[in-house]
């Protein structure tokens, strides 16, 4: 029930910004956390960003602290990522993720919590 549909990326130059958005439908019922993960040529799929779908929580990958912001549209039931700064290490595929809230003591940066993605959408950031 649960879908996830990325958009926005891009090429881009190195100090640039862009802005991803994942639609989402089937997280009104539970409690979930939406993360974006990326993976680069040749490497694993990494932990970016993620939030509560409720607000109550967010956490930031050490690599995107300060560059990147993660956030929740309400209205549109869509959560974006804008990416400022933007470096050639940040290339990569960016994929939407959820997970259901199954316990207090939950996590939000574990891959393999991660139940449902999106089809990933690439970003490339030029020198």
């Known amino acids: 029930q649960v879908q996830l549909a990325e958009s926005g990326g891009g090429l881009v130059q190195a100090g640039a910004s862009l802005r991803l958005s994942c639609a989402a439908s089937g997280l009104t019922s539970s409690g979930f956390v939406l993360g974006w993960f990326r993976q680069a040529p040749g490497k694993g799929r990494e932990f970016v960003a993620a939030?509560?779908?409720?607000?109550?929580?967010?956490k930031y990958a050490d690599s995107v602290k300060g560059r990147f912001t993660i956030s929740r549209e309400n209205a549109k039931n869509t959560v974006v990522l804008q990416m400022n700064s933007l470096k050639p290490d940040d290339t990569a595929v960016y994929y939407c993720?959820?997970?259901?809230?199954?316990?207090?003591?939950?996590?939000?940066?574990?891959?393999?919590?991660?139940?449902?993605w999106g089809q990933g959408t690439q970003v490339t950031v030029s020198s």
């Open positions: 939030m509560t779908w409720s607000g109550s929580s967010l």
């Open positions: 993720a959820a997970r259901r809230i199954r316990s207090i003591l939950y996590t939000m940066d574990q891959r393999d919590e991660y139940e449902y």
